[in-house]
T-cell receptor, first 112, second 117 residues
């Protein structure tokens, strides 16, 4: 099954700047997830989004993070004031009918 | 709370050898799903397999096979006749299968497999 696409593939930003990462579903799915993978570490759940609302969020997903689906198709993760420790690969995933999550190619974020 | 342990951080094998990647999990849920994902050097996460907790049959797909043992809370992954293209980081993951919540994945730390030609 097709996954989702993500833009940009790479993003470099200065500490304190806002970044928006985008996830574009190939077909009309309701359940989406954002995960983060700090370099060399495991993949960690950030937030799930169902039917245009946050379903669940982890402790990592604090006030500097937000998600929305502004135009009914693209699904965005916003980091308001980036910190050095936000440098990571960010993955969007969509859930299939059989509960399998298929991941996008990821956005590699580097905060300087 | 859920937890996935992949005790092997890195494994190196010579091409054509068989290799088994271990995965041990902890969960209080009576029903759950187990997954394996492959992360090649390019960085994407590629789905390999999903297994329901009530289905303990082993599965084989080409050179890949999976051994699920509920009694030992293990879901091990074997690659037979390894190839250089198998070099990647492999993640085991767990999610709930019933009840409230979004069934997010809990990942292990991954095992980096290097297949040497």
């Amino acid at each position: 099954e097709p996954e989702v696409t993500q833009t940009p593939s790479h993003q470099v930003t200065q500490m304190g700047q806002e970044v928006i990462l985008r996830c574009v579903p190939i077909s009309n799915h309701l359940y989406f997830y954002w995960y983060r993978q700090i370099l060399g570490q495991k993949v960690e759940f950030l937030v799930s989004f169902y039917n245009n609302e946050i379903s669940e969020k982890s402790e990592i997903f604090d006030d500097q993070f937000s998600v929305e689906r502004p135009d009914g198709s693209n699904f965005t993760l916003k980091i308001r004031s980036t910190k050095l420790e936000d440098s990571a690969m960010y993955f969007c995933a969509r859930k299939s009918w059989d509960e399998t999550q298929y991941f996008g190619p990821g956005t590699r974020l580097l905060v300087l | 709370a859920q937890k996935v342990t992949q005790a092997q951080t890195e494994i190196s094998v010579v091409e054509k050898e068989d290799v088994t990647l271990d995965c041990v999990y902890e969960t209080r849920d009576t029903t759950y799903y187990l997954f394996w994902y492959k992360q090649p050097p390019s960085g994407e996460l590629v789905f390999l397999i999903r297994r329901n907790s009530f289905d303990e049959q082993n599965e084989i797909s080409g050179r890949y096979s999976w051994n699920f043992q509920k009694s030992t809370s293990s879901f091990n992954f074997t690659i037979t006749a390894s190839q250089v293209v198998d070099s990647a980081v492999y993640f085991c993951a767990l999610s709930r299968a019933s009840g409230a919540g979004s069934y997010q994945l809990t990942f292990g730390k991954g095992t980096k497999l290097s297949v040497i030609p």
